[in-house]
């Protein structure tokens, strides 16, 4: 006969089913949980009691705690039987400006008790650093050039500690994410505003992942792939930035921005716009098709673009 304390035992019902906890449930999280909801339990993450509304009208029990207050994480140990985590760093100053201390204290609290099967972290291909429009894959090494690039390396540290105690620890490095149902999911507000873009000398190449087909690739990771393995999670395109933009204007209507020199970029844009102009790489997304089986439905920006324009 099987004991209670079996596996297969007569186990209250609540315990048999999945049990997912989003960590970061924002658009790309609910996202996710349409497609999870009704064939498991969900529970997400937030410090935030006033979005605990919607996301019960979205088929997720709301957890309220804080990444940066660890002692209300307590809670979360032994909870769920896989995890989605998508909070991104907090920005630091002073001698720890490149830790993440969120997904450390995250990682703490879960190894507390029984551990979840598989733990999935959405970082940024920004890890990479500039590789000089190399076509590269997910065994090239890292090489941060900002902050917010090193705090994600240290976060994939932590992950892989956490894979070492015994969880299936899966990284996807994620990078712009697009959609014309997210907000600033598109180039629209920058082409009204003729924000310029590179000559073609100076641009760089960018790539792109739909929000849908990252939902996909986040589900995937929770039940497919080895542990301890990294995925691009991104498109078929091949884009240079000011080509992606031109592109955006053709569909949407508007006039082509301006083109400039990289000099004269660097008098006119923002930082946080020259950080990405500093970059240029293409992801090889051939291990997440092959390993996670996702199949891309917007496999370019053209048609995810489209498809709500």
């Not at 999945?18 to 498991?40: H, K, P, Q």
């Not at 009208?57 to 660890?70: E, R």
């Not at 002692?71 to 032994?78: A, I, K, N, P, V």
């Amino acid at each position: 006969m099987p004991s209670i304390n079996s596996p297969l035992g007569a186990r209250p019902s609540r315990f048999r089913r999945e049990r997912v906890l989003i960590v970061g449930c924002g658009d790309v999280g609910l996202r996710a949980v349409s497609l999870l909801r009704g064939r498991m339990r969900l529970m997400a993450l937030t410090s935030s009691p006033a979005r605990a509304p919607l996301l019960r009208q979205a088929g997720v029990t709301p957890i309220i705690a804080n990444l940066d207050a660890p002692t209300t994480l307590r809670r979360l140990s032994g909870l769920a039987t896989r995890v989605l985590h998508l909070a991104p760093p907090a920005r630091v100053d002073g001698a720890q400006w490149w830790r993440d201390a969120r997904t450390l204290a995250l990682a703490r609290v879960l190894r507390l008790r029984s551990l979840p099967s598989t733990f999935v972290y959405g970082s940024t291909s920004g890890v990479y650093g500039d590789c000089g429009g190399a076509r590269i894959s997910e065994t090239r090494a890292v090489r941060p050039d900002t902050p917010r690039a090193h705090r994600r390396v240290d976060a994939e540290r932590t992950v892989r500690w956490l894979g070492r105690a015994g969880v299936s620890a899966r990284i996807l490095r994620i990078p712009g994410i697009y959609a014309p149902d997210r907000d600033g999911g598109t180039p629209r507000e920058r082409l009204k505003k003729g924000t310029p873009v590179l000559r073609s000398e100076d641009d760089v190449y960018t790539n792109h992942i739909h929000a849908d087909d990252l939902a996909r690739a986040c589900v995937a990771a929770l039940w497919r792939g080895g542990p301890q393995r990294v995925f691009h999670a991104s498109d078929d395109s091949e884009l240079k930035m000011g080509d992606y933009v031109d592109l955006a204007a053709r569909l949407y209507g508007f006039p082509r921005p301006p083109r400039i020199a990289r000099e004269e970029a660097q008098a006119q844009l923002p930082l946080s716009l020259l950080s990405f102009m500093g970059e240029s790489r293409r992801l090889d997304n051939t291990r997440l098709k092959r390993e996670l089986r996702v199949h891309l439905r917007h496999p370019t920006v053209e048609t995810g673009l489209r498809s709500g324009s």
